[in-house]
């Protein structure tokens, strides 16, 4: 069994509903909110860092891009604005190793 969290949460160990799920992407909102807004955009491959990417990964990348401009509309922020973050390694501020995309928004 795996012992990440966000395996955890795309596999229903852990309960947490999902605004957005498809055969490759999920998304659920942040349990510590740093913005009105504040969703997690995360591939349903166990990837632990940006750091890792190969080239293979380049479509599931875009994918979330997309996913995450299509909540930003959903939610109502994509005319008012919103940040797109990705955290790479502790110094970077990554928590949580299983790469994830913060869809922030909604001051506005
Ligand atoms: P990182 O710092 O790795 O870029 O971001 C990890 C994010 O995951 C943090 O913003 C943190 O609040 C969020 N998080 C940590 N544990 C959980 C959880 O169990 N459920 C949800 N929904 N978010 C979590
Ligand atoms: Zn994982």
Known sequence: MSECLFCKII????????????????????????APLHLLI????????VNVLTPEDAPLIS????????????????????????NVEKGGGQEIFHIHM???GGWC
Request: net charge positive; proline share 5%.
């Open 11 to 34: 596999g229903r160990e852990i309960p947490t509903d999902f605004v957005f799920e498809d055969q490759e992407v999920v998304a659920f909102k942040d349990i510590n909110p740093q």
């Open 42 to 49: 995360v591939p349903r491959k166990h990837i632990e860092t």
């Open 63 to 86: 994918r979330m891009i997309l996913a995450a401009r299509d909540l930003a509309k959903r939610f109502g922020v994509a005319q008012s604005g919103y940040r797109l973050v990705v």
């Open 102 to 104: 913060h869809l922030l």
